[in-house]
């Protein structure tokens, strides 16, 4: 059985630390010799397999090091996504003044868990002057989700696996990163591949079995098509879109999900992906009987989301400009009602009904409705005032 662990984070204060906390099942099977095979049709839909808990998923010797002094600006870039509820936590990177780039599964967890309050989550650099800190942009008038564009909301834990989905992108309530974003590789398939056999391929990330919220490099990463555990041909059973991500030896810890994959380019490092977890091989054996057991597993690779798959977002967010403040938002709702677009209280809010209200005012124009709080869409709204046009829509 093979498993994709999703290095989360440690719980809160708790003692009971889950560095893999989140499992994807895939659909194949190894047995021991002698024993009966089982068809896919036969195995049950939702199979009792332990959690795998592993701390750390270490190819070799574990080399992961402190932040050099020759990478110390990335300090400044990379920092950590944390639940100010729960203590879970990820890594998250600068893409631009206000906007980082994590795993999907860090802001709204998978199809079989709990949805993380996206509004409580907060975003951290951890540099030489001090911490600086920000919620995400919407927090304190419900437009966080406005604020992302990801692969996924319910990552697809069931084979195949949605890891190829497993991005996303986010705007931050206060322009952090003021170091600007890290570059965006455009790197081909080939390139990447060529990259990762010269050795020249490495992770930066916060790891929770290590001490503090101290940035880590690990390198050289090795990165493969297959392995002896398992073939290309298996992987591609395994995965959705397996060919858009980069299998990897980074070693890696709990909260590393979310963390660049670098490598140098002419101005600097570039993102050549998002890690987002550790494909694990689990050996689940038939006893007389009937009974299943699982025998320890073993990780065969971590994985990543290339960049080609977000580097887009991060241009359509950029340009998503969204009203910021309860002023701003009172004023769109005062403006819709004043067309009979939208019924409730003017709270300054953003909620289901004004973007309802929203969508109704963009079909009335004739436009596919997105129901986004735009600033554009106040301005719009604000020049019909002063001409004659009546808006009518029914609810």
């Known amino acids: 059985m093979a498993l994709l662990s999703l290095p989360v984070a440690t719980l809160g204060r708790s003692k009971r630390i889950l560095a893999s906390t989140l499992t994807l099942y895939a659909a194949f099977a190894i047995l021991a010799p002698g024993v009966e095979a089982l068809s896919l049709s036969n195995l049950p839909s939702r199979p009792e397999i332990p959690v795998i808990v592993s701390k750390v998923a270490v190819f070799g010797s574990d080399d992961r090091i402190k932040l050099p002094e020759s990478h110390i600006d990335l300090a400044q870039k990379i920092g950590t996504l944390t639940s100010r509820k729960t203590g879970a936590s990820c890594t998250a990177f600068c893409v631009g003044a206000d906007l980082i780039a994590t795993a999907s599964h860090c802001l709204f967890g998978t199809s079989e868990s709990a949805k993380p309050d996206v509004s409580d989550i907060e975003f951290a650099l951890h540099t030489k002057s001090g911490t600086i800190s920000t919620l995400l942009a919407g927090s304190d008038i419900g437009t966080t989700k406005q604020n992302i564009i990801s692969g996924t909301e319910a990552l697809a834990v069931r084979p195949p696996i949605e890891a190829a989905n497993d991005w996303a992108i986010a705007r931050t309530r206060a322009a952090v990163c003021r170091a600007g974003g890290l570059a965006l590789s455009r790197a081909s398939r080939q390139d990447v591949s060529n990259l990762g056999a010269a050795n020249a391929v490495y992770q930066v990330a916060v790891h929770r079995d290590l001490p503090g919220a101290d940035l880590m490099l690990a390198k050289p990463c090795g990165l493969a098509r297959s392995f002896a555990e398992a073939s290309s041909e298996t ?155 009546v808006v009518k829509a029914k609810y």
């Open 235 to 389: 992987i591609g059973h395994d995965f959705l879109n397996a060919e858009a991500i980069i299998f990897h030896t980074c070693d890696t810890g709990g909260g590393s999900s979310g963390s660049p994959l670098l490598s140098d380019g002419p101005n600097g490092p570039e993102v050549i992906g998002i890690n987002v977890g550790t494909y694990v091989l689990s050996r689940m054996v038939l006893r007389a009987g009937g009974k299943t057991e699982t025998e320890p597993s073993q990780p065969i690779a971590n994985t990543a989301v290339e960049t080609p798959r977000f580097a887009g977002a991060v241009t359509e967010l950029a340009a998503r400009d969204l009203l910021r403040t309860a002023t701003e938002i009172r004023g769109l709702q005062a403006m819709l009602k004043k067309y009979d677009l939208y019924r409730p209280p003017l709270g300054g809010q953003f909620t289901g009904g004004l973007e309802a209200a929203i969508k109704r005012f963009e079909r009335s124009s004739g436009r596919q409705p997105s129901g986004l709080p735009r600033r554009a869409l106040l301005q719009e709204i604000a020049g019909w005032a002063t001409q004659t046009h």
